[in-house]
């Protein structure tokens, strides 16, 4: 439903245009039903309701829960394999050795503990094919009967519900707003956009579609409904489209499949390709970087069969050899390798963008006497490239003042491998230059609020969303890099997945690491406890869903705690029909059932390429535990991974990225404060209207305000 795709993606709940009434009383248990949960409702949410007839009043209550269930990972049971979690966990090897005994009965023998357990430990049996093992003994109801409830704590969770204008306003200004970002999303995002394009194709569009990707989704629904496309202005968005409607990667990193076009599409996209050469012969350029993918498009499209577009044949050519194009890329890349650097530079700030992503690359290799002519073309394409690109710059030029301890190198499909960080750093002095001129340029472009500023301190240290594909969809996510902090004396992870058509066996685990990055211990299928953390037990198929659960005092010993998924067998993250990760913090005086959606902090989906997911890391500090988000992907081996197996590439990882200094909303909030009244958040609604950034609004802003959210932090970052 379309409402409660707009619920989810900006807690805002559309206007019902029902009928009028009293629904006072469904108000009052949408309240109540929202707290257990841990949401609650505005009040002009709560008036809107009860001024509703009860059935219409009713309909909206349930979308609304239905939502925010569904957001928090509530919409599902979450059962743990042993009944008193988490208490009564036993020893692993004692566990191991009571199901083998179990074994041993059924078929009639018999054996002393002492060879039960050497049998165990010795690896001789398959515990995994033990009775009882990595399957529930109980029911889900049978759990919670064995628990008492859990008691309200202070720092449960609360997150506000707004209403919002109705359904197809609300529908159209999150259209607007994910079709016309500056910056690119990740997979959740698109598919959002792509059934908003639908909704919406009819009303008002964007005036400039910034990102490629979000181009091919838009085009993708116009090419399928017959309409004609638009902001095609490279062969490549036209490649990207191709790809898009044949349910391949719009961002080209991975191949395509391509599917048979009707005639029908196929005369769109060749005219499509025939008028952006036609324009600019130039363009041809772009095509040998995918010849490939061309070439297995030219099979479906026939362009043979199309006289009245040469200039579509002509990419077709080009992918097959049969004509010579040189690109920008390669004449910047021929003078480099004759030692031509400055040159080089001067070619590629005709590709502003292009230029400022490979200035390291240029300021390194450039010897003494061309090195002025670098920094003098980086400078001239500062004006011309992305707010987006300027922000990276300054983050990648923040960090290379000294070598990293180790080099992470992150794709758009979140696949994370380490190498040696083999670069020479960059002069102090250039990168004092270079930052100057970013922060300056920066600065210019930050929009001029005519109200005061008012910030929350939560969200200083939230990376600024540069790319979508950093990041999960989900509840309360963060871009990666972010830190956030934890409360509570208890950290609680949890994993869900359910299988779509063959056993899939995930394992949830945490690794602890000392100050120095190295192991500290870790606790999961093979080891139930350690220095006080506890395993909620190994379920070894999902065929109707399952959950683990690991419990986190934060006395713990060490400085990292980190949580990773394990597929042992079965389906990967992208195959299995639904898979999620997130954490909880409570008191110690909270041991109600193992999942409670008030506790819940943070829910994301797991959706990358590889076998192992890190989705975050726990870190402790002088002013205690925060949650930094990895949003990363090992590749891992086809089967049987463990986490005693990736002890050191993960914690290769996690010092790479921690090491790291990433550009967070405090970065823009000091760049506000030269120009503008810039205060902190403490709790006190202003008297007057304000700008305000965080995390969450409050509730009873002065009218006139304006809320830059979670959702809208990708809006701060400089066009």
């Known amino acids: 439903m379309l409402e409660k795709l707009i619920i989810q993606k900006t807690l805002r709940v559309p206007a019902s245009t029902g009928a009028a009434g009293d629904g006072t009383p469904v108000a009052r248990q949408l309240d109540a039903a929202l707290l257990d949960v841990g949401f609650s409702a505005s009040r002009a949410l709560l008036e809107h309701v009860g001024a509703l007839a009860p059935g219409p009043a009713l309909d909206l209550a ?125 997979e959740a995002d698109l598919a959002i956009l792509g059934e ?35 902001s095609v202005d ?24 391509f599917r048979a076009f009707p005639r029908r599409e196929r005369r769109i996209l060749l005219a499509a390709l025939n008028e952006v050469v036609a324009a600019s012969p130039d363009k041809l350029g772009d095509v040998v970087r995918y010849a490939e993918r061309w070439k297995r498009l030219g099979e479906r499209l026939h362009p043979h069969e199309y006289t009245g577009w040469p200039h579509a044949r002509e990419v077709f050519a080009v992918a097959r050899g049969e004509r010579r194009v040189r690109n920008l890329a390669g004449r910047a890349e021929e003078a480099i390798r004759a030692g031509a650097v400055g040159p080089a530079a001067g070619v590629l700030s005709a590709a502003p963008g292009l230029l400022l992503r490979s200035a390291d690359r240029l300021l390194r290799l450039a010897p003494a006497s061309e090195r002025t002519a670098v920094v003098e073309a980086v400078t001239g394409a500062l004006g011309s490239a992305s707010g987006r690109v300027l922000c990276a710059l300054r983050e990648h030029v923040g960090n290379r003042l000294t070598p990293a301890s180790a080099r992470m190198y992150a794709n758009r499909s979140r696949r994370a491998w380490v190498g040696p960080d083999e670069r020479p750093p960059l002069p102090a002095g250039l990168v004092a230059e270079l930052s100057a001129l970013l922060d300056a340029e920066i600065t210019a472009r930050l929009p001029r609020w005519e109200r005061p500023l008012v910030v929350d301190p939560e969200v200083l240290d939230v990376a600024l969303p540069l790319s979508g ?49 190295r192991g500290a211990g870790q606790v999961s299928w093979t080891n139930y406890h350690h220095d006080g953390v506890v395993h909620s037990g190994d379920i070894t198929e999902a065929e109707n869903g399952a959950t683990e659960f690991i419990d986190v005092p934060l006395t713990v010993g060490g400085r990292y ?23 909880q913090t409570r008191t110690r005086d909270q041991h109600g059932a193992p999942f409670d959606a008030r506790t819940v902090r943070a829910r ?19 002013h205690g535990w925060q949650a930094v988000w990895l949003h990363l992907y090992l590749r891992g081996m086809p089967s049987f991974n463990r986490v005693e197996e990736n002890t050191f590439n993960t914690a290769d990882r996690v010092r790479a990225l921690m090491e790291r200094r990433y550009l967070t909303v405090s970065y823009l909030v000091d760049r506000w404060r030269t120009r503008a009244e810039v205060t902190m958040w403490n709790g006190r609604l202003p008297d007057e209207p304000v700008t305000f950034i965080g995390i969450e609004a409050p509730e009873d802003l002065p009218d006139g305000s304006e809320a830059y959210t979670l959702g809208r932090l990708s809006e701060l970052i400089p066009a």
Not at 71 to 79: E, F, I, Y
Not at 498 to 511: H, N
């Open 62 to 186: 349930a979308t609304v829960v239905s939502a925010v269930r569904e957001l928090v990972g509530d919409h599902v049971q979450h059962n743990a394999y042993f009944i008193g979690f988490p208490h009564d966990v036993p020893d692993t090897v004692e566990f191991w050795t009571e199901r083998l005994r179990a074994a041993v009965l059924a078929g009639g023998g018999t054996a002393t503990d002492a060879q039960l357990r050497d049998a165990v430990v010795s690896g001789a049996v398959n515990l995994l094919d033990l009775p009882g093992y990595g399957t529930y003994q109980h029911t889900y109801a049978e759990l919670l009967a064995a628990h008492d409830a859990l008691i309200t704590g202070a720092g449960d969770r609360v997150t506000l519900l707004r209403l919002g204008d109705t359904a197809g306003v609300e529908a159209e200004r999150l259209y607007l707003a994910l079709a016309g970002s500056s910056t690119p999303h990740g």
């Open 196 to 230: 908003l394009a639908v909704a919406c194709m009819d009303g008002p569009q964007p005036a400039q579609i910034p990102v490629r990707e979000n181009r091919a989704v838009l085009n993708g629904v116009r090419l399928v409904l017959g309409r004609p496309l638009v």
């Open 234 to 257: 490279t062969t490549t968005d036209v490649l990207r489209l191709a790809c898009h409607v044949s349910g391949g990667d719009a961002s080209l990193v991975t191949p395509t499949r």
């Open 469 to 517: 594909k950093a990041a999960e969809g989900g509840f309360a996510v963060l871009p990666r890099g972010s830190r956030a902090s934890v409360p509570g004396e208890l950290l609680r992870c949890f994993t869900y997945w359910r299988q779509t058509s063959r056993r899939t066996d995930y394992d949830l685990s945490v690794l602890l690491l000392d100050d120095d990055f």
């Open 561 to 583: 705690v980190v949580p990773q998924v394990y597929i042992y067998a079965g389906e990967s993250f992208d195959e299995v029909a639904e898979a999620m990760f997130g954490y």
């Open 604 to 622: 994301s989906h797991l959706r990358g390429q590889g076998r192992v997911a890190l989705p975050m890391v726990f870190a402790k500090g002088e």
